[in-house]
């Protein structure tokens, strides 16, 4: 099963942009999804997005569709999740996630805090 | 709003059997068998225990069992054991969202 790590806390002022990195191992198959899903403080999940691993093709919940950015990097076999102006309402926990199908999430990183404060 | 309904709190006695269930539209679960679920433990990440509506991943309990009628699914968890409690949330695919979740369920074990 893969095993993912992601970088550490943030904390950034409204209106900045964040990168988030997610490096995932002990996986074969070149065909991979990797998602990011987020949450709120005291609320539930939300999928954000996810990436074909092996073709690099993203796929944006509509909510946050011209915000983020999710690509990966297959020589480090790292993901990334960027997210540009920043509110409030971007604070919680940021997790990958993925498995080799695009609806199960398998697998799931450590999660990482964003704390988006002036 | 979340895209899933789910009940905000279900509790049950040890031994007893509890379901939680995850009402949707014929957008996503009423259409496609690709319903998860995934438990949460205070302070840490999510972890799959059903997937594609009534599947088992490797090592999960079978007292963790998954259904679906119509536009609901729903989690059994029979046998409840004090470890069970956790919170609960349901996800299905929507096409071209890859998973919509619901809000999340607290289970308390009394």
């Known amino acids: 099963q893969v095993q993912f790590v992601q970088s550490g806390t943030e904390v950034q002022k409204p209106g900045a942009s964040v990168k988030i990195s997610c490096k995932a191992s002990?996986?074969?198959?070149?065909?991979?999804?990797i998602h990011w899903v987020r949450q709120a403080p005291g609320h539930g999940l939300e999928w954000m997005g996810w990436?074909?691993?092996?073709?690099?093709?993203?796929q944006y919940s509509q909510k946050l569709q011209g915000r983020i950015t999710i690509t990966r990097d297959t020589l480090s076999s790292t993901g990334y999740m960027e997210l540009t102006s920043l509110t409030s309402e971007d604070t919680a926990i940021y997790y990958c996630?993925?498995?080799?199908?695009?609806?199960?999430?398998?697998?799931w990183g450590q999660g990482t805090l964003l704390t988006v404060s002036s | 709003q979340s895209a899933l309904t789910q009940p905000a709190s279900v509790s049950g006695s040890p031994g007893q059997s509890i379901t939680v269930s995850c009402a949707g539209t014929?957008?996503?679960?009423?259409?496609?068998?690709?319903v998860s679920w995934y438990q949460q433990y205070p302070g840490k990440a999510p972890k799959l225990i059903i997937y594609?509506?009534?599947k088992r991943p490797s090592g999960i309990s079978s007292r963790f069992s998954g259904s679906r009628s119509g536009y609901t699914a729903s989690l059994t968890i029979s046998g409840l054991q004090p470890e069970d409690e956790a919170d609960y949330h349901c996800?299905?695919?929507?096409?071209?969202?890859?998973?919509?979740f619901g809000g999340g369920t607290k289970l308390t074990v009394l």
């Open positions: 996630t993925g498995g080799p199908t695009p609806y199960n999430l398998d697998s």
């Open positions: 002990g996986y074969s198959s070149p065909i991979y999804f």
């Open positions: 990436v074909n691993a092996g073709d690099g093709v993203p």
């Open positions: 014929i957008n996503d679960i009423g259409t496609y068998n690709l």
């Open positions: 594609e509506v009534t």
């Open positions: 996800c299905s695919y929507a096409g071209g969202r890859a998973c919509v």
